[in-house]
């Protein structure tokens, strides 16, 4: 029985069904956690607080260490079950579930020291870091592990404590980490909850947390910036994306394909950052589509534990639905599919890549954010027009630029209104890369010293020195 971790002890008294996409049925059961059991963990957290921030910042790494270490001991474990509600193949689950821990680790390193602005004859200025207290932290289903430790280990080195909950469709390999830092970590430093948008509400509405980490749709977001609004409370908000590969002329088609392959269909497209739309030059569009195209079709598609399956399904039926749909779409607006196109006829929310040329913007697929293993191959003349079109969207999360005239792509990734660009390379991310979220993609920044910084606060700290007479 899969349990919530409360001030060190395991609790559970609701349950609701976790369905595993690969048959649409149900295969565990999860908690669902109570009004009292959220103010427990959110108790607990408090108490906990001022003692774990007490520790020096190499005594709260060791912690993080050891519990990143009972990760590796129990990782295939661990990467079975998030393969199991989250469908993606057993390799790849259990490559991230280690890139995770390992991830775990290299945030255990940062340091946020004091900073001695000014120190003369008359007076001393110090900026001085604090943990905000209490995070809050709500996930979302498409890299559960990833992107719930991340936040974990990010607000613990700094000195706060937390309240993670996992989504409702993959909460079970996260509350099996929280398990494990049982007796690892001082009791409450990691509280567990689980459940679903009621429970996710409930934390935002609650008064005893110091700052909410998100990563979720734009929608949520902009209702939790709306609900947190009451207690100016810092937020970090990861949202959505529809990023953009732009392909120069003298780009390499190649290793496009290959960034595209790697992020927009591994895992069903089911990534922030993902590459959601490629804008390549008139003339290369056929030959882009096609080896795109012959990429998609190299996939082996099937579920979790089949032997060298490289694709799982989509994660949940909403998802695969909102696909099916923009697919759809995109044939009564002119699509031309070269790969893929129509679901797979087997019990589970089980879709092929797709890659659909002739379409431009207007159309769902290259204005949405369809997350999902569907790639657009969109057709340009001039590069500034496909500036302009990708700063004239709502998104701002990432885009890449592929070319051989490095100054020209670093020129034209000024340009871009993105919290990330990258020039040969798609979503470079590196937990020692900030990671920043603007336009409707959120707020704040992750990753990096900026990431840690984002659960702490600054204060100003101006000493006068008495003056002889
Ligand atoms: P979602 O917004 O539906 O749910 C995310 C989490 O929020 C879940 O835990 C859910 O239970 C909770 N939740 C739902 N309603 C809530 C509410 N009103 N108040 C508080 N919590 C609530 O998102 P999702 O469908 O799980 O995730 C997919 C989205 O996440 C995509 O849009 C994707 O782009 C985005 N995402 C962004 C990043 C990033 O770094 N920018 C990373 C991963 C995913």
Known sequence: MFQQVVNGALLATGFEDVIDPSTAAAFQRSPVATADELDSAVAAARAAQPGWAALDWNSRAEHLTQLADAIDR?????AALQSMEQGMPYSQSLAFTQYMAARV?????FRVPDRVLVDDDTRRVVECWH??????????????LMLGMVKVASAL?????????????TPLSTLEIARLGIGILPDGVFNAVAGGRLVGAAMVAHSGFDKISFTGSTATGIAIAKQSAAFLRPMTLELGGNDAAILLPDGSI???????AQT??????????????IYAPAALVEEVGAKLAAVADGFVIGSAFEPGVTLGPIQNKAQYDKVRA????????GGRVLSGGTPLDRPGYFFPPTV???LTDGARLVDEEQFGPVIPVVGYDAVQDVVDRVNAGPYGLTASIWTTDLARGEAIAAQLAVGSAAINRHAAFDPQIPFPLIKQSGMGVDYADHGIKGAMRMQAVTTIKPQRA
């Open 74 to 78: 129990e990782i295939g474990w661990i």
């Open 105 to 109: 680790r290299l945030l255990a390193t």
């Open 131 to 144: 943990p905000l207290g209490v995070v809050a932290a709500i996930a979302p289903w498409n890299g559960p």
């Open 157 to 169: 080195i700094g000195g706060n404590t937390i309240v993670l909950k996992p989504s409702e469709l």
């Open 254 to 260: 190649d290793d496009l394909v290959a960034a595209a």
């Open 264 to 277: 927009g269909f591994s895992n069903c497209g089911q990534f922030c950052a993902a590459i959601k739309r």
């Open 326 to 333: 923009i697919v759809a779409d995109s044939l009564v607006a």
């Open 356 to 358: 659909i040329a002739d």
